[in-house]
Antibody, heavy 118, light 107 residues
Framework: QVQLVQSGAEVKKPGASVKVSCKAS????????INWVRQATGQGLEWMGW????????GYAQKFQGRVTMTRNTSISTAYMELSSLRSEDTAVYYC???????????WGQGTLVTVSS | EIVLTQSPGTLSLSPGERATLSCRASQSVSSSYLAWYQQKPGQAPRLLIY???SRATGIPDRFSGSGSGTDFTLTISRLEPEDFAVYYC????????FGQGTKVEIK
């Protein structure tokens, strides 16, 4: 079955960077976009950007422009999201989600908690 | 950027009652690329409705979506105990954006 499995929780200091991975299985990785969404505790869903795993093309939400980089390694069907210059407000659960929205549903990763604290 | 505004913020209802959730977009959502998700604590969101009114596979028919342009509605005809959760609308016609969510809680 289609699965997205993310890397484990991270604790970072302010100003550092974090790189979260998202490994896809059960489908052809290069056939569907990967989106990244984050959710602070008790808050709503915030879209960060997307990546086309086939071309490597990306699009980022304006809020994250200059701080976020989305990449992939097609040989291991894995997408990555790197966020730099971390601040306490970046503490959140980060999700990857496949970009094709249709009857079969939208596969999401299990989420990765990133905690930014001095 | 398309901004989605959901109302109400919280809906307090009893099991068996009807729930009506609203989602308004700041500009027209192209081709009705509007989806609804359900999220429970500690879980990733689950797709309920896509294309404004189509149910995803396995979603009970008590969930229905309607609307077009800038105004969309999610209706739960008779609330079951497992339906108490947070619901988000999402537009996916121009990148993605989400509404701020509506919490459906037990009265």
């Amino acid at each position: 079955q289609v699965q997205l499995v993310q890397s484990g929780a991270e604790v970072k200091k302010p100003g550092a960077s974090v790189k979260v991975s998202c490994k896809a299985s059960g489908y052809t990785f290069t056939s569907y976009d990967i989106n990244w969404v984050r959710q602070a505790t008790g808050q709503g869903l915030e879209w960060m950007g997307w990546m086309n795993p086939n071309s490597g093309n990306t699009g980022y939400a304006q809020k994250f422009q200059g701080r976020v980089t989305m990449t992939r390694n097609t040989s291991i069907s894995t997408a990555y999201m790197e966020l730099s210059s971390l601040r306490s407000e970046d503490t959140a659960v980060y999700y990857c989600a496949r970009g094709y929205i249709a009857a079969a549903g939208v596969p999401w990763g299990q989420g990765t908690l990133v905690t930014v604290s001095s | 950027e398309i901004v989605l505004t959901q109302s109400p913020g919280t809906l307090s209802l009893s099991p068996g009652e009807r729930a009506t959730l609203s989602c308004r977009a700041s500009q027209s959502v192209s081709s009705s690329y509007l989806a609804w998700y359900q999220q429970k604590p500690g879980q990733a969101p689950r797709l309920l409705i896509y294309g404004a009114s189509s149910r995803a596979t396995g979603i009970p028919d008590r969930f229905s979506g309607s609307g077009s342009g800038t105004d969309f509605t999610l209706t739960i005809s008779r609330l079951e105990p497992e339906d108490f959760a947070v619901y988000y609308c999402q537009q996916y016609g121009s990148f993605w954006t989400f509404g701020q969510g509506t919490k459906v809680e037990i009265k």
